[in-house]
């Protein structure tokens, strides 16, 4: 039984209950009670019959719109901890009876892909509880990517929320920062994060209601006995490993490669390996606020040139443009120096600064599809004006924006 289901059950029980209750203290006959218990029974009813229209009953039933949609608006108008207890499906149970909500792997990647079709939320307050003793034999739903971060990950526990907010921190860190944001978590400068030193940063970075987190030792004991997967993967469950500036570019590398992975495989259907152009320009699109008439015609430009059984976007070709969406105010800041003229930039142009700021070089066909769908006029040349609502806004449904590290120099920030 899913969760959805399991609650639905319990709400229909709870409504029937309430109108057992109402007839047995009231055998007078008053209307007021009978009309609040058909009432409350005709609620729970309707929620329940109608639960198909919006909610995910079980594993491998399909998404509905509705459900995508609530998810979305979730993700991208919600602060991070509204979005973490929305999307987590788990509470740990410790053995004084306290309750700790925490997150499985493919929670995590459901919580920052905007139409996650594998992994939808649950919803705030609908929990599996677990117990100590439970969580040794607890099947996880498992990623299929190879050699999975995640699933190594949900080897060690569960993903905690100071975890999450460090995750999401990573993946939307631009890779030449990436030093940067080591430095952060390398307190005393001695070239290596360890447990307690992670513990306080993860702890004092992570968005909480009313403001930032606080830091005592009742925080730093508490946060290293957790049962935290992400703890125990990086420091072991004694907490005696360190983290070293390698292994924590490594980190980020792995978690990007298993988000863009999975995100490519929601277009690879055939798992063939590469995606149609008009896919590709879908995926770019995607929860963007250009409206549906002028995304039609866009779209309509690109199958134009290439129809569905083009040349394609392969993986590493989507992997590159990926990372040049992640790195958000990189590509924006590279464009507009470019652009002080405000006449727009040339092919070339492009692929020289998203070369830049995704550290790989960005193949002909892909920027040129990129091209042919921002260029309305058809000059050869993209402006800022048209580039801003896709590419500069695409980290905004995923959070991204939330979450990255942020530079200042003066009035310059980055």
């Known amino acids: 039984m899913s969760r959805w289901q399991a609650v639905f059950k319990h709400g229909r029980a709870l409504s029937t209950r309430s109108t057992n209750k109402r007839a047995e203290q009231d055998n007078s006959g008053s209307m007021g009670a009978v009309v609040g218990g058909v009432s409350a029974a005709a609620l729970g009813y309707k929620l329940y019959s109608e639960k198909d229209k919006y909610l995910v009953q079980a594993k491998g039933a399909e998404v509905t719109y509705e459900q995508k949609s609530f998810d979305n608006r979730m993700r991208q108008y919600n602060t991070p901890d509204m979005v973490f207890n929305y999307f987590a499906s788990l509470q740990m149970v410790d053995k004084t009876g306290i309750k700790t909500t925490m997150m499985s792997p493919l929670d995590f990647f459901g919580a920052i892909t905007p139409d996650c079709s594998i992994h939808p939320g649950a919803g705030s307050g609908v929990y599996e509880e677990i117990s100590l003793e439970k969580l040794k034999t607890l099947r996880l739903d498992k990623s299929p990517v190879e050699g999975s971060i995640l699933n190594e990950i949900g080897k060690n526990g569960l993903i905690s929320y100071a975890d999450y907010c460090f995750l999401l921190s990573l993946l939307s860190t631009p890779i030449r920062f990436v030093d940067t944001a080591f430095n952060l978590f390398d307190l005393t400068g001695d ?127 989507f992997k590159n443009f990926f990372l040049v969406l992640a790195s958000g105010t990189e590509l924006q800041r ?25 550290h790989n070089e960005l193949s002909h066909h892909t920027a040129e599809v990129v091209f042919v769908l921002l260029d309305d006029a058809g000059e050869g040349r993209i402006h800022k004006e048209s580039v801003g609502l896709v590419l500069f806004d695409w980290r905004q449904p995923r959070g991204f924006d939330k979450s990255s590290i942020h530079v200042q120099l003066g009035q310059l920030k980055i």
Request: charged residues 30%; aromatic residues 12%; glycine residues 8%.
């Open 334 to 358: 590279g464009l507009f120096f470019l652009d002080v003229e405000n006449i727009g930039v040339d092919l070339e142009e492009f692929r020289k600064v998203a070369s830049w700021v995704s």
């Open 191 to 317: 070239e290596k994060i360890n447990a307690k030193e992670f513990a306080y940063v993860s702890t004092k970075m992570s968005h909480k209601l009313g403001g930032f987190g606080t830091y005592t030792d009742v925080d730093q004991s508490a946060i290293l006995a957790s049962n935290s997967g992400l703890l125990n993967y990086l420091f072991g469950k004694d907490r005696s490993k360190c983290l070293s500036r390698e292994g924590f570019r490594m980190l980020q590398k792995d978690l990007l490669d298993e988000i863009i992975q999975l995100e490519f495989n929601e277009y690879d259907k055939e798992k063939s390996g590469s995606i149609s152009e008009g896919d590709f320009c879908q995926f770019l699109l995607n929860k963007t606020k250009i409206p549906p008439g002028q995304k039609a015609k866009m779209l309509k430009r690109v199958d134009t040139i290439w129809p569905k059984k083009a040349r394609g976007i392969s993986f590493p070709s």
